[in-house]
């Protein structure tokens, strides 16, 4: 049993409010990733359940037990950091197998987890070499193959994959991704980048100002934001937000464009911006969709990314960004009729910044 409960959590720095009253259940088994804009008190909230920071109210069990006061490593807790935090003298073997001979471990035992460690990560060929000798990426696995050495309840990762280039981010999102499975414990994941919150995470827990904005699945997040905050946070390209009025059944842009809502979607008149993602605005085919609106626009700018393109076009008076298929764009300054999954758009009261 290795879930995590943190109850009214809080952590001041001086006058500085960090962690406001923030309340989280992850359960055992379970990929938890906290993610939010610099300064939104992720880090510390990860530190505190390591017990890196002390708490200033609140509680945090894991495993069924108050380990709220308890010292570090009395938490039975693994944790992956940014920087490595190898040491230089030791080569690989002996930085993975650190922890376990500082509590005596036998050493038949020690063998057996570092080399297990070794096979998982790939690095079992670099076990005597040392960390001057390695590349960001295999000493990132290093750090991996410490903490997973320890069979942990819980474990931790602050922010492990900002030092590395982007191939190499892509290459150990798969491979914490492949650990997660293979082990099957419980993992919280630190970082400000949402392609890793949603490509690895069973729940996303999005902070903002020392607070929860929201808890849920990936998709969750991104389909059903409760807030303009989240749906601008998650999604790339961001999503599109338009100043508009909402009067009976139709979406009124500022340049007098009109959307109409699908059947059995409902909103009360009134001021209202309209949010649309790049990829539900496509370019028209021959008739719209159930649901969809086609309207005339002019291409800006295009910027292709390989099979897709983003292309940038006035909509409602201001720029908006859409993408296409990479065939299907020409030059700037291209006529182009537009087609837009009113399904899919979100509405937000301008007033509270929720969604309707």
Same mark, same amino acid.
């Given at each position: ?87 230089? !003298? ?98 919280? !994941? ?167």
């Amino acid at each position: 049993m290795s879930d995590l409960k943190i109850t009214g959590l809080h952590k001041h720095y001086g006058t500085y409010h960090a962690v406001k009253g923030i309340d989280l259940e992850v359960p055992s088994g379970e990929f938890t990733v906290l993610v939010g804009p610099s300064g939104c008190g992720k880090s510390t909230l990860l530190r505190t359940i390591a017990g890196l920071e002390e708490a200033s109210a609140g509680t945090v069990e894991i495993g069924g037990k108050d380990v709220t006061w308890a010292r570090p490593r009395d938490r039975d807790i693994a944790m992956v950091f940014q920087n490595y935090a190898l040491y230089p !003298y030791l080569n690989v073997y002996e930085n993975i197998a650190f922890g376990l001979r500082a509590r005596r471990v036998a050493s038949a035992e020690v063998d057996r987890r570092v080399k297990r460690a070794a096979d998982m990560l790939g690095i079992s060929q670099l076990l005597e070499r040392f960390p001057r000798e390695l590349s960001g990426g295999q000493r990132q696995r290093v750090a991996i193959g410490r903490a997973i050495v320890r069979d942990a309840l819980l474990f931790l990762f602050d922010e492990p994959l900002s030092n590395l280039d982007a191939q190499l981010r892509d290459d150990m999102r798969i491979e914490i991704k492949r650990l997660h499975q293979e082990l099957g414990r419980t993992m919280i !994941y630190v970082t400000h980048d949402q392609i890793e919150a949603m490509t690895l995470a069973d729940r996303i827990a999005l902070l903002r100002d020392g607070k929860i904005e929201q808890l849920g699945t990936p998709l969750d997040l991104f389909e059903r934001p409760a807030t303009r905050f989240v749906a601008g946070f998650l999604g790339s390209p961001k999503m599109n937000f338009l100043p508009a009025t909402i009067e009976a059944g139709q979406v009124a842009l500022r340049d007098g464009t009109r959307l109409t809502l699908p059947p059995g979607r409902s909103a009360p008149d009134g001021q209202a911006v309209l949010g649309l993602r790049p990829q539900h605005i496509a370019k028209a085919g021959a008739s719209a969709a159930p649901g969809h609106v086609q309207t005339q626009s002019i291409i800006e700018l295009v910027q292709p990314t390989g099979s897709r393109v983003q292309v940038s076009m006035p909509l409602g008076g201001i720029s908006i960004t859409a993408e296409f298929a990479a065939h299907e764009v020409t030059m700037p300054g291209e006529q182009v009729r537009i087609d837009i999954d009113m399904t899919r758009a979100v509405l937000i009261d301008p007033q509270t910044d929720k969604v309707i």
